[in-house]
């Protein structure tokens, strides 16, 4: 039976985040629980699957991973560290440098320890609330304004303008057709929250999806790197999904070319009609 105690947690975490820069499926197979789950820095929900496949299909390059300044509390066979998680990582070549607060959960699981599931959430300033007066953030704790999480964030959006959080997208299947937007876009689907199935984007916008009998189609467009187009339409044609060149659904098998960028209409399982494009006219 495993040690009880906190050393061999933190030795759980210091081979985490070395497989995690290893990019090493097997281990972190191996240390994790078949249920895991990773909550990720914006709310999205992986399972254990979805977890490996960022490395698994090389979406995921992780360079540089500390878990530090980690707190351990065990209750029976739980454990619950708590720490700053600092990486430095590319997903599907964008970075996604920062610093987190991570909370991880281990169980002690025939001959060894295993992770059951991790949690991030940005590092912020004090809720909108907080009595003026607190003690000022300085060192590694001062938060830049492009970093900043959600509290700071609050903060901002309450004297400036407000940001779009998310929009419910109505299908006749929701675990399908966020699945399918999700595989067009190279991104995950979340797991099902109350009555939504969840599709976050890299700006934290979320698309709810929600079963419904009766809607009308919508229209959602997404901006893209040109490298990322590529792989969407690669992903788009490859499947026999209908494309456009026009929002009218006109010129069926083309792509448009607005504002020096490429850009392509493209349908969804329930009648929406999605977009891609490399270029605004903003």
């Known amino acids: 039976m495993p040690e009880l105690n906190e050393e061999a947690i933190e030795e759980l975490n210091q081979r985490w985040a070395e497989a995690e820069m290893r990019g090493d499926i097997a281990a972190l197979d191996?240390?994790?629980?078949?249920?895991?789950?990773?909550?990720?820095?914006?709310?999205?929900?992986?399972?254990?699957?979805?977890?490996?496949?960022?490395?698994?299909?090389?979406?995921?390059?992780?360079?540089?991973?500390?878990?530090?300044?980690?707190?351990?509390?065990?209750?029976?066979?739980?454990?619950?560290?708590?720490?700053?998680?600092?990486?430095?990582?590319?997903?599907?070549?964008?970075?996604?440098?920062?610093?987190?607060?991570?909370?991880?959960?281990?169980?002690?699981?025939?001959?060894?320890?295993?992770?059951?599931?991790?949690?991030?959430s940005p590092i912020g300033g004090p809720p909108p609330f907080a009595p003026p007066g607190g003690p000022p953030r300085t060192g590694s704790q001062a938060v830049p304004a492009a970093q900043a999480g959600p509290a700071q964030a609050a903060q901002t959006r309450a004297a400036g303008r407000p940001e779009l959080n998310h929009i419910i997208v109505p299908a006749h299947d929701k675990a399908a057709s966020a699945g399918f937007l999700a595989g067009v876009l190279g991104l995950h689907a979340g797991l099902q929250t109350g009555s939504f199935v969840p599709l976050t984007l890299s700006n934290g916008v979320t698309l709810d999806y929600m079963n419904r009998e009766r809607f009308e189609p919508q229209h959602c467009a997404f901006l893209v790197s040109e490298q990322d187009f590529d792989a969407a339409f690669g992903r788009i044609e490859g499947q026999g999904v209908g494309y456009y060149a026009e929002p009218n659904r006109s010129l069926p098998g083309q792509i448009n070319h607005r504002f020096g960028g490429r850009g392509v209409y493209f349908d969804d399982p329930n009648g929406h009609l999605m977009e891609i494009l490399t270029a605004t006219g903003g």
């Not at 980690?70 to 739980?78: E, I, M, N, S, V």
């Open 30 to 120: 191996a240390m994790s629980t078949d249920d895991f789950r990773l909550v990720g820095p914006v709310g999205f929900v992986l399972d254990k699957q979805q977890w490996l496949d960022r490395y698994r299909n090389g979406d995921l390059v992780t360079t540089s991973l500390r878990f530090e300044d980690a707190q351990t509390h065990l209750y029976g066979d739980t454990a619950v560290s708590i720490g700053r998680h600092i990486q430095q990582a590319e997903y599907q070549g964008h970075p996604v440098n920062g610093e987190f607060r991570s909370t991880h959960v281990a169980v002690r699981a025939g001959d060894g320890w295993r992770l059951a599931g991790c949690q991030l």
